[in-house]
């Protein structure tokens, strides 16, 4: 009767986790019927050019190029396991490094009462082990702030790295990023 009752929990936990894991992929299927990741073949010749030169991306390292074109963005924080405050650090499929900033073209009246770090400051950096999962971030992080204009931000991908920046700047101020971001090679 035990062994039965065993059994039947771990049939139960392993169909759980095979539709948790079905509902979290992100899959397209063609004409044929199969599935596969969005850009799953595509790789990123960004990420590939830094890997190759045996220097993989690091939030920091992106922060460090980006910040060179956009001289009003402040280093603010390094995101540690300890201190994420999404708790992604690490985490398969998410980000392996992520460090936030400043940028002082927003007005500290606008931004009063978020916390250091936080991306209407200035933004954040996050970067992933490949060009799929940070698009995949990003187009969750559109899909939850899309009705919610308080939390909507500017998101740009390049290879591996996302690049989050606060709707507190304006269109033209971000583009900023959105040029730096697309220079990251």
């Not at 899909?143 to 290879?159: F, I, N, R």
């Amino acid at each position: 009767m035990i062994a039965l009752m065993k059994r039947t929990v771990t049939i139960a936990a392993a169909a759980v986790l095979l539709a948790g894991l079905a509902a979290c992929g992100s899959t397209k299927t063609d004409a044929s019927g199969s599935s596969a990741r969005p850009d799953a073949a595509k790789p990123s010749s960004t990420a590939n050019r830094a890997v190759e030169k045996g220097k993989p991306w690091t939030a920091r390292t992106a922060f460090d190029k980006l910040s060179a074109s956009v001289t009003t963005a402040k280093l603010t924080g390094t995101v540690t396991a300890e201190n994420d405050p999404n708790d992604l650090l690490g985490r398969p499929n998410q980000y392996t490094s992520k460090v936030t900033f400043s940028d002082s073209r927003i007005s500290a009246d606008d931004v009063s009462g978020t916390e250091k770090g936080d991306v209407d400051r200035g933004g954040s950096i996050e970067v992933f082990g490949n060009a799929v999962d940070a698009k995949v971030r990003a187009q969750y992080i559109q899909a939850v702030t899309k009705s919610m204009p308080a939390l909507s931000e500017y998101d740009y991908v390049q290879g591996a790295v996302l690049v989050r920046v606060s709707h507190y700047l304006t269109p033209k101020q971000a583009s900023d990023y959105k040029s730096a971001t697309a220079n990251l090679d």
